[in-house]
């Protein structure tokens, strides 16, 4: 099977998330930088993932707000564009196409709005690779009872994209 011509693979991902950078123009950081900026100063670093209720219940990252995908930019900029100022917004979904979308919605108010001078701030930025990446790096994640190694695989055709498939799961393991 393809993607974009690509075989999925382990560098499927990679694939996917050099196509989500150069179709839209807001910033996309790497796990290392996000993993590197919560370890340093992370009252200053906010992550938001945008994905179903059931795919955060099976695992997010520590501290994470959870989105629908389909939130107005509008709402989230009057709920939490206070946080735009003040520090670094991260969006991350399963592998980066949700949060992209999302995020540059939000740039796009943004960038309309500062030509009214009504708001001013940084648009938020994209966790490259989404969760499957930090989770391929064997990051540390959480559900509702603490630590968990389980993510959600969003569909059977994206679980190609997860180097442990054995820790793929639709449901919470506790």
């Known amino acids: 099977l393809s993607w974009s011509g690509v075989t999925y693979s382990d560098t499927g991902l990679e694939q996917i998330e050099k196509s989500l950078e150069e179709g839209s123009s807001i910033r996309h950081v790497d796990v290392e930088n996000i993993l590197s900026s919560l370890n340093k100063h992370s009252d200053n670093t906010y992550l938001f993932d945008v994905r179903d209720p059931d795919e955060y219940a099976v695992s997010h990252l520590a501290g994470a707000i959870r989105l629908d995908p389909e939130s107005d930019p509008g709402d989230f900029l009057e709920t939490y564009g206070y946080l ?24 796009d ?29 064997s990051l540390p994640l959480v559900d509702t009872e603490g630590s968990t190694d389980f993510v959600h695989p969003y569909s059977w055709f994206q679980k190609r994209l997860l180097l442990r498939k054995d820790k793929a799961s639709y449901v919470p393991a506790h």
């Open 84 to 107: 735009l100022e003040q520090g670094d917004v991260i969006f991350y979904c399963a592998v980066g196409t949700r949060s992209t979308e999302l995020a540059q919605l939000i740039a």
């Open 109 to 137: 108010l943004i960038d309309d709005q500062a030509s009214h001078a009504e708001f001013s701030a940084a648009a938020p930025a994209n966790m490259k690779g989404g969760i499957f990446h930090w989770h391929n790096d």
